[in-house]
């Protein structure tokens, strides 16, 4: 899948997006987090107060505990302060 | 009636006519009585900042205003939705967001711009960036409890 | 800040430019983060009416409009405001009444409209006369409970 | 002092202002208007609900109860309709 990054989180990663493949297990979008937590400083870095993270997956803002089904697309950002 | 309105929904680096976008909604008409228009600016922050940088999500941005809008549409008795959004580098004083609601009567086109603005700060995706006037970039700006609280008011 | 505020009151037969009023609000200032406009329209009602005429008590009409703008001032932290109602005879889809409110909070603006927008509607003398598509002159308007209920939600 | 009326009131009586004179025992806007309703069947008509009718005293909107004081203008009128 694809992996999107906004904001601080981008910056901290240091890529705008790229393509993920994490394992069967990785069922919802907090556990994806986790995961990319593990995945190197940067990542650990980005995510280390998951709380604060939304996740988008295929354009549509989602709780930690929905399940990413066959969603293409996750994205990871900061609370929105556009307006 | 509710049922036929098009919220017309655009995210964009350029500057918007606030007034030609409301005219928009209600030339030729006789049937609308309220027209509520917010504009929303970029402050310099009492001089500290020499631009705000708007990152957004492509595609989404427009969804989740949509989303809002249409939101509004079912909510409001409204005649007309306009909600444009910026984004890159915006200097003090230039705009940033447009929400014009056109209603028959005026306490659903204030309520119904009122909560479209709620919802923009809190739900659409795009994220502040303060350039300073030292040419640091600075922070992302954080979002603020009072947003979420204002968002929160309308129980959806 | 809020002692500074002169708010801009007019009370006039001729139309208004929205856009320019609130522009005059914002420009060469950086420290306006919101602009909120209410313009009010002569609706047709559903095709029955050819106009409307405004009567008003002249001198008080201003004197009311001055003492809600102040009251807003003193409400909210705003940085302009400026409130416009037309008199006179009125055409379907003509303006008749303007009301912009300049804030560095956007719900600071949108609250001190829609409290001047309330308070006008109850406390400020003027009467509406519907004129009839058939050539009579009808009805005076009747005050709503709708816009005392409004109004009283504000507790001054 | 003067009187000045609106809206259906100034219709219903027939004039826009005039000036009145009336007795020192009338000292409240409430009793003004019990006094005008005696002047006529114009005034009798316009003022047959006493109680939709608004009063302002030189410029200020006043309760039924309040003194009539030193006002020189005295207003007539129904519920406002603008905005």
Known sequence: MKAIYFAWVRERIGKTEEDIS?????????????????????YAYAFENPSVIRVALDRAHVKHDA???????????????GG | MTAQVMPTVRV????????????????????????????GLCR???GR??????????????????????????RWPLQGVTAIHRFGKIAPGAQIVLVVTASSHRVA??????????????RAPFWKKEHHKNGTSGEWVAATEADDVAAGRWGT
Chains 1, 4 share one sequence.
């Open chain 2, 109 to 122: 086109a204030f309520e119904a711009a009122t909560f479209l603005m709620d919802y923009l700060k809190t």
């Open chain 2, 44 to 46: 310099d922050e009492g």
């Open chain 1, 67 to 81: 399940p990413l089904g066959e969603a293409r697309e996750a994205a990871f950002f900061p609370p929105m302060t």
């Open chain 2, 49 to 74: 900042l020499a631009a705000l940088e708007l990152e957004h999500y492509p595609g989404m941005a427009e969804e989740e205003i949509s989303r809002v809008a249409a939101q509004a549409c079912a």
């Open chain 2, 12 to 39: 964009q680096a350029d500057d918007f006519d606030a007034a030609a976008e409301a005219a928009l909604l209600t030339q030729g008409r006789t049937d609308i009585g309220a027209v509520v228009t917010f504009t």
């Open chain 1, 22 to 42: 994490p394992p069967a297990q990785v069922r919802t979008a907090g556990e994806l987090i986790a995961w990319l937590s593990a995945q190197g400083e940067e």
